[in-house]
């Protein structure tokens, strides 16, 4: 079979109505199947990206928050909650999103797409949560959010670390059935635990069968915990008039935020299964992906309009007369992130081109890194604030190192686990 993510075929148009084999919801291991081996020279940059981020993090939990940051009582967060956290959650969208089209809505032709967006999901979601505990003074005492006699329901942050946590659970319930499909028939305990090889299979048997009949439960309750704390990310800018700039600060902010994880949520699928297909040597299903393509601009659209509703409405557009840092970081965010890849997925020539679909998704995908980083960063003047804050090269070798892991993470995950669609001839 010919592969379109590669040489000059990636370029021309192919034809996504054809059709796959019986082993088109068939996911299988990329262990001894893949086309290259697990360790590449892009791994092994990876890898010492990686260990570099560590560094970063083992100095800042011995020495605090000081040593490695440009942080202060002024400028509280930076770097890693506008990029680790805020980016972060609303880039791992695409696992409610693609829930949300495949089983709510019983579109039958995503289910493909399912794994792989749970998968990034449930890692992004993972580190979402370190980076919340790194970037706090006393981290150590993260788990107080679950008790109840410490709760305040008046907080947004706290409604949005109580979801953050709840739909933490649910994604790895989620992804258990593709753990006890992996591993049903197959158990080899090694040594003495070999006697329990019975006992564990019979055990996975019965979890896959229970987790099958419920999983919808946890599905929609995954959507709604993600539409929940995707708007309250908003909200807690919301509460800090005058430290944010008009163009962001808005009533609105909860709706524009959840509006964009949308988008970027089909985006990132695109985006994450395109680089996959290339760095695994396989088939880019652009049978799914196009079509999936087809439904961005009208959400684009939805979050255009209404922010640009908002801006009028408010008088905030009298602020782009001025040039300075934030009306050009808004441009970019608008028209890079918003009306390019909007044009570009609404062009049915271009939409069917593996390289231009990818460059659109990217596009989103930056452009609502962007959004998070305007609100959070660029945007955001404290009253008493002295310059602008400017992340210490330790912060951006930590967020690096994460982003590596992340991505090592998901490498390691579909070698082991069945994540990723057989192709033809693997099975």
């Given at each position: 079979?010919?592969?379109?993510?590669?040489?000059?075929?990636?370029?021309?148009?192919?034809?996504?109505?054809?059709?796959?084999?019986?082993?088109?919801?068939?996911?299988?291991?990329?262990?001894?199947?893949?086309?290259?081996?697990?360790?590449?020279?892009?791994?092994?940059?990876?890898?010492?990206?990686?260990?570099?981020?560590?560094?970063?993090?083992?100095?800042?939990?011995?020495?605090?928050?000081?040593?490695?940051?440009?942080l202060?009582?002024?400028?509280?967060?930076?770097?890693?909650?506008?990029?680790?956290?805020?980016?972060?959650?609303?880039?791992?969208?695409?696992?409610?999103?693609?829930?949300?089209?495949?089983?709510?809505?019983?579109?039958?032709?995503?289910?493909?797409?399912?794994?792989?967006a749970?998968?990034?999901a449930?890692?992004?979601?993972?580190?979402?949560?370190?980076?919340?505990?790194?970037?706090?003074?006393?981290?150590?005492?993260?788990?107080?959010?679950?008790?109840?006699?410490?709760?305040?329901?008046n907080?947004?942050?706290?409604?949005?670390?109580?979801?953050?946590?709840?739909?933490?659970?649910?994604?790895?319930?989620?992804?258990?059935?593709?753990?006890?499909?992996?591993?049903?028939?197959?158990?080899?305990?090694?040594?003495?635990?070999?006697?329990?090889?019975?006992?564990?299979?019979?055990?996975?048997?019965?979890?896959?069968?229970?987790?099958?009949?419920?999983?919808?439960?946890?599905?929609?309750a995954?959507?709604?915990?993600?539409?929940?704390?995707?708007?309250?990310?908003?909200?807690?800018?919301?509460?800090?008039?005058?430290?944010?700039?008009?163009?962001?600060?808005?009533?609105?902010?909860?709706?524009?935020?959840?509006?964009?994880?949308?988008?970027?949520?089909?985006?990132?699928?695109?985006?994450?299964?395109?680089l996959?297909?290339?760095?695994?040597?396989?088939?880019?299903?652009l049978?799914?992906?196009?079509?999936?393509?087809?439904?961005?601009?009208?959400?684009?659209?939805?979050?255009?309009?209404?922010?640009?509703?908002?801006?009028?409405?408010?008088?905030?557009?009298?602020?782009?007369?001025?040039?300075?840092?934030?009306?050009?970081?808004?441009?970019?965010?608008?028209?890079?992130?918003?009306?390019?890849?909007?044009?570009?997925?609404?062009?049915?020539?271009?939409?069917?081109r593996?390289?231009?679909?990818?460059?659109?998704?990217?596009?989103?995908?930056?452009?609502?890194?962007?959004?998070?980083?305007?609100?959070?960063?660029?945007?955001?003047?404290?009253?008493?604030?002295?310059?602008?804050?400017?992340?210490?090269?330790?912060?951006?070798?930590?967020?690096?190192?994460?982003?590596?892991?992340?991505?090592?993470l998901?490498?390691?995950?579909?070698?082991?686990?069945?994540?990723?669609?057989?192709?033809?001839?693997?099975?």
């Amino acid at each position: 079979m010919s592969n379109p993510t590669s040489g000059q075929a990636i370029s021309q148009p192919v034809n996504i109505r054809s059709t796959r084999g019986e082993h088109e919801e068939k996911a299988i291991p990329m262990a001894g199947n893949a086309k290259v081996p697990f360790l590449t020279p892009g791994v092994w940059v990876l890898i010492i990206l990686a260990l570099g981020g560590i560094g970063v993090l083992a100095v800042r939990l011995i020495y605090g928050l000081g040593a490695v940051t440009n942080l202060d009582s002024n400028y509280p967060w930076g770097l890693w909650i506008g990029v680790d956290v805020a980016s972060g959650v609303a880039l791992a969208a695409g696992g409610f999103t693609t829930a949300f089209l495949a089983h709510i809505f019983h579109k039958n032709q995503y289910h493909v797409l399912v794994r792989p967006a749970l998968l990034t999901a449930m890692i992004g979601y993972t580190f979402v949560g370190v980076g919340v505990a790194v970037d706090l003074g006393r981290y150590y005492n993260i788990w107080h959010v679950m008790l109840p006699s410490m709760w305040q329901g008046n907080s947004v942050l706290f409604e949005v670390g109580i979801c953050v946590m709840i739909y933490l659970t649910v994604l790895y319930i989620e992804f258990l059935p593709i753990v006890c499909e992996r591993f049903i028939g197959k158990v080899n305990l090694p040594g003495f635990l070999g006697g329990m090889n019975g006992f564990v299979d019979k055990f996975l048997r019965v979890a896959d069968a229970t987790l099958n009949k419920i999983i919808i439960f946890f599905l929609i309750a995954g959507v709604v915990l993600s539409c929940a704390h995707q708007s309250s990310l908003g909200t807690l800018m919301v509460i800090a008039p005058g430290k944010l700039h008009p163009l962001w600060h808005t009533p609105t902010m909860p709706l524009q935020f959840l509006l964009s994880a949308f988008a970027v949520g089909f985006s990132m699928v695109i985006f994450e299964g395109y680089l996959a297909a290339r760095s695994l040597k396989r088939e880019f299903e652009l049978h799914v992906m196009a079509p999936l393509g087809r439904i961005i601009p009208f959400l684009l659209t939805v979050y255009f309009g209404t922010k640009l509703i908002d801006i009028v409405n408010r008088g905030a557009y009298d602020t782009l007369s001025e040039f300075n840092l934030q009306t050009a970081s808004f441009g970019v965010e608008i028209i890079g992130g918003v009306i390019l890849p909007a044009i570009i997925f609404m062009t049915h020539r271009l939409r069917r081109r593996p390289a231009w679909l990818f460059s659109a998704s990217a596009m989103v995908v930056l452009g609502v890194a962007l959004n998070r980083f305007n609100v959070f960063i660029i945007g955001y003047k404290p009253q008493f604030g002295e310059g602008p804050y400017v992340p210490a090269w330790p912060e951006v070798l930590l967020t690096v190192g994460f982003i590596s892991i992340i991505i090592l993470l998901y490498r390691a995950a579909v070698f082991i686990f069945p994540v990723l669609p057989a192709e033809e001839g693997e099975l």
